[in-house]
């Protein structure tokens, strides 16, 4: 069952957006998700999660303050709200468990963050 992640956009510097991502037929309850990233020629990276409950999360220091990680275990979906976007967040941003056994990695959503 493959990940569907959305939301993403061409947006201005210090825009906003709001990602989702859902698995139809696989629940993520239970689970610790994260919010990862690709940005052109480089690895991809997690750099935001979320326990099982909803009630402890990590940040890495880049989107510290700008981005906000949050779940919903009803309508089993992970969301990203990022504001203050900057060039340097240009990725595609794909969403998944944050240990193994990964679910299979979805399309993701790019974003294109202008100056």
């Known amino acids: 069952v493959q990940l569907v992640e959305s939301g993403g956009g061409l947006v201005q510097a210090g825009g906003s957006l709001r990602f989702s991502c859902s698995a139809p037929?696989?629940?993520?309850?239970?689970?610790?998700m994260a919010w990862f990233r690709q940005a052109p020629g480089k690895e991809r990276e997690s750099f935001a999660t979320?326990?099982?409950?909803?009630?402890?999360?990590y940040y890495a220091d880049s989107v510290k303050g700008r981005f906000t990680i949050s779940r919903d275990n009803i309508k089993n979906t992970v969301y990203l709200q990022v504001n203050n976007l900057k060039p340097e967040d240009t990725a595609v941003y794909y969403c998944n468990r944050q240990g193994e056994p990964r679910l299979d990695w979805g399309q993701g959503t790019q974003v294109t963050v202008s100056s």
């Open positions: 037929g696989r629940t993520f309850v239970g689970y610790v």
């Open positions: 979320i326990n099982w409950s909803g009630g402890s999360t």
